[in-house]
C-alpha cells in the first residue's frame, strides 16, 4: 500500500512533546519525500522553518523541529526565551569554556524516532524510513547523524517487537541521507560493537575538521566532506556554499526516479 499523504491533524498529537512547524509541498499531495530539520545549540525551530519554505525542494515535505530542552536562563542573555537544545544535559569544560559537543542525546533520539518517525510518519501514514532526509546544523547536524548511527542497533532506539511485518519493513535500516553542517558525530551515539557494519545511509558533512570528519568516514560508507572558503560554522550563504548541499539533496531524493 503506497504511504498516504499527511495532514497537520496527523502530527497534532505530538505538538505538545515535539513541537515543530511544517512546510508542505505546492501541492501537498505531491509530497514524495520527507525533510526532517533539527537547528543548532540556543536555536529554535522557526528559522529552520524559513530555511526549508525558501529551499521549497519538489515534493518534499518540511518538518522543522524544536530542540527537546530549554536552556537555562541567563546562558544566552537577551535571547528572548527562544533557546533550545537537544543534549541530556548541558556540561562546559572549564578549561575552554565550551560547551561540551556530546551531552548524550538519548532523550531527543527518543522522541523524534519514536513519536515523529515511527508513530506518525511510518505507522500512521505508511511512509518508509528511506524516504528521510535529516538535515543539521550544529548540535542538530551531530543528532541527525547520530539517529542514522544508531540504525545499525535499532532496538536500541525504538521498540518495533510489537510491529506487524509491514511496519518492521518500513523501518529499514537507513534515512534517505543525512546533511550535518558543523556538527560532529557523537561518540555516544556510536554502537560499540567491535564488529559493527558502516552505516548504508548516505552522509553529507559540512566544516568539519580532519579528525571529526574521519570519524564520520569510519562509520558510514557513503560520506561526502564539503569545506568552505571561509573557517567559521554558519549556515550558508551563497551559491556556492548552497551548491554541494543541494545537489546531495536533488541526488538522494532522485534515487528511484532515474
Partial sequence: MPPRIPTE?????????LPHKLHF??????????????????????PFATFARNLSLPGALAISVRGTAPLPAGLIPDAGGQNFHWGDDITVDTKTNDIDA????DKASRLVMEKLVKGTLIDRCGWELNDILLFGFGQGGSLALGLASRL?????????????????????????????????LPGSMVPSSSNREESSTPVLVC??????????????KDVRVVNWKRREVAMPRDRDEMFPIMKFIADQFNKGFA
Fill in 9 to 17: 491533524a496527523d502530527f497534532s498529537p505530538i505538538s505538545s512533546t
Fill in 25 to 46: 509541498p505546492s501541492p501537498p499531495e505531491s509530497t514524495t519525500s520527507i525533510l526532517i530539520l533539527f537547528h543548532g545549540f540556543g536555536d529554535h525551530e522557526i
Fill in 102 to 105: 556530546d551531552p548524550g542525546f
Fill in 152 to 184: 545499525r542497533t535499532v532496538e536500541r532506539i525504538i521498540d518495533i517487537s510489537d510491529g506487524d511485518d509491514a511496519a518492521r519493513q518500513r523501518m529499514g535500516k537507513a534515512f534517505k541521507g543525512v546533511i550535518s553542517i558543523g556538527g560532529p
Fill in 207 to 220: 566544516q568539519l575538521d580532519g579528525d571529526e570528519a574521519d570519524a564520520v568516514e569510519r562509520e558510514f
